[in-house]
Structures are given as C-alpha cells and as structure tokens.
C-alpha cells in the first residue's frame, strides 16, 4: 500500500532563513506522482509541483526548489530565504498510476511559521 | 479563469441532522474528488467521479454519506444523521483526465455539535 511520511509536524524559523521540508514515501508502483500543495490559514489547497517517477530531475521554481531521490524515496521541498508569507501548512502526496482512480494519498502535513 | 468552488464555506449543525454540500469543478474537468481532513492531519480520500459515474469510494465512506454528479457537472455530498466524528473539512479537486494535477476548492468546514 502506498504511504507518504512527513517526520517534521512543525517548523519554526526567522524570515530569510532556507527550510528544507521532508517527505519519504512508499509504494510499489514503478510508476507514480509525486506532488506538494500548500495550505494557508484559509484552508484551500494550493498545487506547487508535480513531479512523475521517471523524471528525476531536480526543479527550482523562484525561492522554491525541490529535490527528488528514488533511491531514497524522498521528494523533498526546500524553501529559500523564507518570508512571513510562507507561512503554512504544506503536504507531500503520491499517486500511483496502476491505480485508475488516481486518488492521492497525503503525508500529515509540515506547518511551517516564518517568524519576522 | 474559475477554479473549483465550494458552498457553504461553513456548516454547523446538530447531532442526527442531515447536511449536504455542494461542489463546482473547474469547467471541462471530467473528474471530480472529495476528501476529508480532520484537524492536524492530511486529507484523506472520501470517493471520486469520472463525469456522472462514482467509480470508486473508500471505506471512510460509511452508509450514511452518499455523493452524485448529475450530468457530470456539479457534485454534491450528503451526510445523513451527522455524528460528532463528522466534523472535519470537505474538499472537493477535480482534474482533466487521469494522470493530471488535482485541483483543490476552499473546502466546506463542519461542525457537529
């Protein structure tokens, strides 16, 4: 069955600092996605990135950069000199291809705080 | 450029009262997604649509919630005679097709009291 774990539940840090959000996953499919959505305070979901399992280059996207290693099954999200406006709930999640539905299975979420 | 829309925002209830919400997906998008997310955690998966057919639902979905797309367009969810552990968040994505990018409504807040 397919699993994403996100070990940090809270991270604190003072704006302009570089935060790096973990995510590992588990599953059996050779083929699968790989996606992280943010979650401000006003609970919509917001997609960031999509990443597929054959593509594992590394993407940086302005302060946003994400690191994708199958031999670890990790897909890691580092933010660059973070600002107040980061602030949120941010969720790795992972979808598998043999499954028609394609419905995401989510990790528990990393809140991150941006302090000032 | 309308994204997926979901009323109401919020929803308080009582105990053993019916409620429905409702969901608009993002126009031309044949699957629609509901997913609950309880307070601390991720959104779990609820059940989804591809155009007016439910083709699958978890077994999060007891018998006392029921959903349907009529014509495949708007869906609606029903929970009957609500309990306490109703309480969560209700978010409604839909997405093009079936390796696509699931986009997510403002979800709908309720409250069982």
């Not at chain 1, 933010?79 to 969720?91: C, E, K, L, P």
């Given at each position: 069955a397919q699993k994403v774990t996100?070990?940090?539940?809270?991270i604190s840090v003072v704006e302009k600092e570089d935060v790096t959000l973990d995510c590992v996953y588990e599953t059996r499919d050779t083929t699968y996605y790989l996606f992280w959505y943010k979650q401000p305070p006003s609970g919509e979901l917001v997609f960031l990135i999509r990443r597929n399992s054959f593509d594992e280059q590394n993407e940086i996207s302005?302060?946003?950069s994400w690191n994708f290693q199958k031999s670890t099954s990790s897909f890691n999200f580092t933010?660059?000199?973070?600002?107040?406006?980061?602030?949120?709930?941010?969720?790795c999640a992972l979808s598998e291809a043999y499954n028609a539905g394609n419905m995401l299975t989510f990790g528990g979420g990393t809140r991150l705080m941006v302090k000032p | 450029d309308t994204g997926v829309s979901q009323n109401p925002r919020h929803k308080i209830t009582k105990r053993?009262?019916?409620v429905t919400f409702r969901c608009d997906p993002i126009s031309e998008h044949n699957r629609l997604y509901w997913y609950r997310q309880t307070l601390g955690q991720g959104p779990e998966f609820l059940t989804y649509f591809q155009n007016e057919a439910q083709l699958e639902k978890s077994r999060l979905l007891s018998d006392r919630f029921s959903a349907e797309r009529p014509k495949g367009s708007f869906s609606t969810l029903e929970i009957q005679r609500t309990e306490q552990g109703d309480s969560a968040m209700y978010l409604c994505a839909s997405m093009v097709g079936g390796r696509d990018t699931q986009y997510f409504g403002p979800g709908t807040r309720l409250t069982v009291l």
């Open positions: 996100q070990a940090q539940t809270e302005g302060r946003y933010i660059t000199a973070s600002q107040v406006v980061d602030s949120a709930v941010y969720f | 053993g009262q019916n």
